[in-house]
């Protein structure tokens, strides 16, 4: 059974500083990982997703990496802002998407 | 232009009461979800669809049922409201079943 896992549940940085968020997972037999973000009482948006394949997705001054051989995935944020401020959430595809408990990032003016 | 739409957005309603919530799709996906989020944030699957048919049914109770009509909607019936339903469920689509997936603003559904 697939179990996915956010380190660290939360966390709270000054304003301009860069994070990485990390996300494991037990199965590599995944297709590929998303990466998503939840504002309070709204829904998921999608950031990135990384196929299988690859092993790096940008956009912005967002960068996800993957590695299936050790079943990880890391979200990395450059120069971050209060409007970063969310629950990011890493999900990796199999005939579903497996979710994990999330990461809660609060980025301080 | 929502992608995935879900109706109602709030839902409040008293034990053993049946209620339903509809999502629609306008990005012509096979596969489509219905998820579950508990009051500790966490998302797990309910049920998965394609192309109208059922793919993914978790342990849920019986008193949910999807229903499929078209590959673009897929609704969420529940029977006997109990208290222990109350959550924010959230419909998604994909292309195919191992690709992107998008999800709707969730029903935040409340039972007292």
């Known amino acids: 059974k697939q179990e996915v896992t956010q380190i660290p549940a939360a966390l709270s940085v000054p304003e301009g500083e860069n994070l990485v968020l990390n996300c494991s997972f037990t199965?590599?037999?995944?297709?590929?990982l998303q990466w998503f973000r939840q504002d309070p009482g709204k829904g998921l948006t999608s950031l990135l997703l990384?196929?299988?394949?690859?092993r790096e997705q940008t956009s912005g001054r967002l960068n996800a990496s993957l590695d299936k051989s050790s079943g990880r995935s890391t979200l990395y944020i450059a120069a971050s802002q209060p409007g970063d401020s969310a629950t990011y959430l890493c999900a990796g595809v199999g005939n579903q998407f497996y979710f994990g408990t999330g990461t809660s990032l609060t980025v301080i003016p | 232009d929502t992608a995935v739409s879900q109706t109602p957005k709030y839902l409040v309603t008293q034990m053993g009461n049946d209620k339903s919530i509809k999502c629609e799709q306008n990005l012509g996906h096979d596969t489509m979800y219905w998820y579950k989020q508990d009051s500790k944030k966490f998302l797990k699957i309910m049920f998965s669809?394609?192309?109208?048919?059922?793919?993914i049914n978790e342990t849920v109770p019986n008193r949910f049922s999807p229903k499929s009509p078209d590959k673009a909607h897929l609704n969420l019936h529940i029977n006997s409201l109990e208290l222990g339903d109350s959550a924010v469920y959230f419909c998604?689509?994909?292309?195919?079943?191992?690709?992107?997936?998008?999800f709707g603003q969730g029903t935040r559904l409340t039972v007292v």
């Open positions: 669809y394609n192309n109208k048919e059922l793919i």
């Open positions: 199965d590599s037999a995944i297709y590929n």
């Open positions: 990384i196929q299988s394949s690859q």
């Open positions: 998604a689509s994909s292309p195919q079943g191992d690709t992107e997936a998008f």
